[in-house]
């Protein structure tokens, strides 16, 4: 379907473009600013150049040291649970019931923590992962690991894993079974004469057909996991130490915390360029993919 | 398959269990909660909900929550559904531009906002209202609501608007009278999920209020910090929460994969 030329639609856009930009521009011209700038209270500012961004950029000052560790830690926490949210999710969509009640009730009770506030979230893991008042906490120590989030580092990054798998595997989960409920029934007749095995099945029919939606569901899960911040606030609160500071994390320490707006806003910035770089592969990517998909 | 159904029940078992735990908790008196392990309430008690009903700092924070997530979805849906409608129809100069510009607002990390909104928001005296929430949280809610519209608005064949024009409907009367109730499953998931995006954000309802919009999510981790913990009651307000979400979710059981993917699903 071709779309006529109309620049009038301009004149229906322009609300929506008034209030991003009231929310978006003019927030960012204000980071913008305190970027290349120093203060000493007071509301006195003067120029500081490129002085924030080359102290973020140094791996040597404190910074530059806060902010490639939790950058590290951000990248690291982003792969594990892509790495496991992604395989779980094919599974699981793989392994919906075909019809009834079952459908509507499994993907009903599927959504739920979809739905629940971040900071619930967070409280709900904080209680259940507990040792002296959680029955997750609890059944682990039970069975003789010492096993304590608020104190030891790796235990605290388990805890945060399984917390955002629980949190969001559903929804690569849903992405994926829209994507396999497109497929016609024809193709399994044809696959089940010609003897395909179950793998073939999956490799050849399921696999290319779920491509765009995994695409999608990659790429948010990416996002949303570089940006996460209330859960694991909640649980650990960033620690025990730093282990669990991601760059959200850091980023509001500097920013409400500390005040020291030059590096925080140094900080948005750079954090704000890897966000739209992402972005725009995704966004390049994806309509690359609807334009085949409409040709087809 | 067999095996598929064993999967389905071991991971709906895996995501209820924490959540059973919360709702057990919040029935047990706190010296049950510390004292000893139960799987359910051996002394049911309903104080810690008559709790949060009756004190004002805590149900005022359902109130203040309620209160800007509504506003937050009427701004959202009312502003992006002529955008919406203008993208689905039209191609205009710098529209793909446009496009990527709003799906990256929705992609921004809120923390990076956090202090310029305070300030802003402070400077044309809006901190502290139900307003400052409700229009920061339009930063990723209106792209959304444009994306998922959009995609709902391109299932409406076109010809539908030309019969209409050659009726001689004015736009406005037809968008309103005819063009709005064929969309209206797509107005309904694009305001579920603005309310429900809007209801889960913590980081930047509590940076932008302080004590008359305080949302419920934030009084709850005034209490989590302080000493002596209620846990108790912080299990009631925590499935509490949990209500709107599970009260519509039954009615967009089919859209759920869709709202999530910003509509390209």
Redesign the interface.
């Known amino acids: 379907?071709i779309?006529?030329?109309?620049?009038?639609?301009?004149f229906?856009?322009a609300?929506?473009?008034l209030?991003?930009a009231?929310?978006?521009v003019?927030?960012?011209m204000?980071?913008v600013n305190y970027s290349v700038q120093d203060t000493f209270g007071n509301n006195q500012f003067f120029w500081n150049g490129v002085g924030w961004f080359s102290e973020l950029l140094d791996r040597s000052t404190d910074l530059g040291g806060r902010f490639f560790d939790s950058l590290g830690r951000n990248l690291l926490f982003s792969a594990i649970i892509l790495a496991i949210e992604v395989p779980l999710g094919i599974?699981?969509a793989?392994?919906?019931?075909r019809e009834g009640w079952r459908v509507?009730a499994?993907?009903?009770?599927?959504?739920?923590?979809?739905?629940?506030?971040?900071?619930?979230v967070g409280?709900?893991?904080?209680?259940?992962a507990r040792g002296?008042?959680?029955?997750?906490g609890?059944a682990v120590n039970a069975l003789g690991v010492d096993y304590n989030y608020v104190s030891n580092p790796l235990h605290a990054w388990i805890t945060i894993v399984t917390m955002d798998v629980?949190h969001w595997?559903?929804?690569v989960a849903?992405?994926c079974?829209?994507?396999l409920k497109s497929i016609p029934d024809a193709y399994y007749q044809a696959a089940r004469i010609d003897g395909a095995s179950r793998w073939a099945v999956f490799r050849t029919i399921q696999l290319p057909k779920m491509q765009r939606?995994l695409l999608?569901?990659v790429l948010?899960r990416f996002?949303d996991s570089?940006?996460i911040?209330?859960e694991p606030f909640?649980v650990t609160g960033g620690g025990p130490g730093n282990s669990t500071t991601f760059?959200?994390?850091e980023?509001?320490k500097l920013?409400?915390g500390q005040f020291d707006?030059g590096k925080?806003?140094a900080l948005?910035i750079v954090?704000?360029l890897i966000?739209?770089a992402?972005?725009?592969v995704?966004?390049t990517v994806?309509?690359k993919a609807?334009a085949k998909a409409g040709a087809a | 398959?067999r095996?598929?159904?064993a999967?389905?029940l071991l991971?709906?078992l895996?995501?209820?269990?924490?959540?059973y735990?919360?709702i057990n908790?919040s029935f047990k008196t706190n010296t049950e909660?510390?004292s000893v392990?139960t799987?359910w309430p051996h002394t049911l008690t309903f104080d810690n909900y008559k709790k949060i009903f009756t004190d004002p700092s805590w149900y005022n924070g359902y109130i203040n929550s309620l209160k800007y997530v509504i506003l937050n979805t009427i701004?959202s849906v009312g502003?992006?559904l002529?955008?919406a409608?203008?993208?689905s129809?039209?191609?205009?100069?710098g529209?793909?531009h446009?496009f990527?510009?709003?799906?990256?607002?929705r992609?921004?990390?809120?923390?990076?906002?956090?202090?310029?909104?305070?300030?802003?928001y402070s400077a044309i005296g809006l901190f502290d209202t139900p307003w400052a929430v409700a229009?920061?949280h339009?930063?990723f809610n209106?792209?959304l609501a444009?994306w998922i519209l959009e995609g709902f608005m391109s299932g409406v064949p076109?010809e539908i608007d030309e019969t209409a024009a050659i009726d001689g409907y004015s736009f406005p009367r037809f968008f309103l009278k005819i063009f709005t109730p064929l969309i209206a499953s797509g107005i309904g998931v694009a305001a579920f999920f603005c309310f429900?995006f809007s209801?889960?954000?913590?980081?930047l309802a509590r940076?932008l209020t302080s004590v008359n919009a305080k949302p419920i999510?934030a009084t709850?981790?005034r209490t989590?910090s302080a000493a002596g913990m209620d846990?108790g009651v912080?299990?009631a307000a925590?499935v509490l929460?949990?209500i709107?979400?599970?009260l519509v979710?039954?009615f967009v059981?089919?859209y759920?994969?869709?709202g999530?993917?910003?509509g390209?699903?």
């Open positions: 379907m779309k006529p030329v109309n620049q009038k639609a301009w229906l856009v609300p929506v473009l209030i991003v009231f929310s978006a003019i927030p960012l204000t980071v599974v699981i793989l392994s919906m019931p509507a499994t993907l009903v009770l599927m959504a739920l923590p979809l739905l629940i506030p971040w900071n619930v409280t709900i893991w904080q209680i259940f002296d008042i959680g029955l997750l609890a629980w595997t559903s929804l849903l992405l079974y829209a994507g939606v999608i569901a948010l996002m570089f940006m911040y209330t909640v760059l959200s994390i980023l509001v920013a409400l707006l925080a806003a948005s954090y704000n966000i739209l992402v972005c725009w995704f966004y994806m309509t609807d | 398959m095996g598929g159904r999967i389905i991971y709906l895996f995501l209820m269990l924490p959540i735990w919360l908790m909660i510390t392990m799987l701004l502003f992006a002529p955008a409608y203008a993208f129809r039209y191609r205009f100069l529209d793909k446009l990527f510009w709003l799906l990256s607002n992609m921004a990390p809120p923390a990076v906002f956090a202090l310029p909104f305070f300030n802003l229009l920061a339009c930063l209106v792209p444009v076109r429900m209801w889960v954000e913590l980081l940076t999510a709850m981790t989590v846990w912080l299990a925590g929460t949990l709107p979400g599970a979710i039954w059981r089919n759920i994969a869709k999530f993917a910003l390209r699903v």
